[in-house]
């Protein structure tokens, strides 16, 4: 449940669109996809991904983020983005560090993209995960209050977008 940073992985994150967009296109061809607007939501090394793959100009709407890393080797790349953006983040996760959190923030600015952010106060990595346990001083910890504050604004942004 440790985030790592993308220079730690074999594949360089540019590549982590590939796959989202291959499931993106399954999607799109569903009967139950309708106009082919699709939204995607990811947790942890998921959230990094779709914030990857909005990077990446991938037609989605909107993108949720859940206690994911912010961090990107190509910031320009925030240029590419489509959709909107909402990023739900601890606000004592020590893994996503404030130099990371100001950098994610300038990104977004330079780009001229439609995102927000929710810190969670008390909240560090893992918050929505009850099998995280429940010390935060470990750096990752379940928090209910978190968990459901961050759900709920994941609806009403995905209700703001598709309705």
């Not at 992985?9 to 799109?28: D, E, Q, T």
């Not at 099998?131 to 379940?142: E, F």
């Amino acid at each position: 449940m440790f985030p790592v940073p993308c220079s730690l992985f074999p594949v360089p994150c540019s590549l982590f669109p590939v796959p989202c967009s291959a499931g993106l296109k399954v999607l799109r061809n569903h009967p139950l996809s309708k106009n082919n607007r699709l939204g995607a939501i990811g947790y942890c090394f998921g959230g990094g991904t779709v914030l990857e793959l909005a990077r990446s100009g991938a037609k989605v709407a909107g993108v949720v983020s859940f206690h994911g890393n912010l961090d990107t080797p190509n910031p320009t790349d925030a240029n590419n983005i489509k959709g909107q953006i909402l990023v739900l983040h601890g606000a004592s996760d020590p893994f996503v560090p404030k130099e990371q959190v100001a950098a994610f923030t300038e990104e977004m600015r330079q780009a001229n993209v439609d995102w927000q952010m929710i810190s969670y106060g008390g909240a560090v990595h893992s918050f929505t995960n009850p099998k995280a346990g429940n010390d935060p001083s470990k750096g990752a910890a379940y928090n209910r209050d978190a968990d459901r504050r961050s759900w709920s604004a994941m609806q009403l942004f995905f209700a703001e977008i598709f309705n």
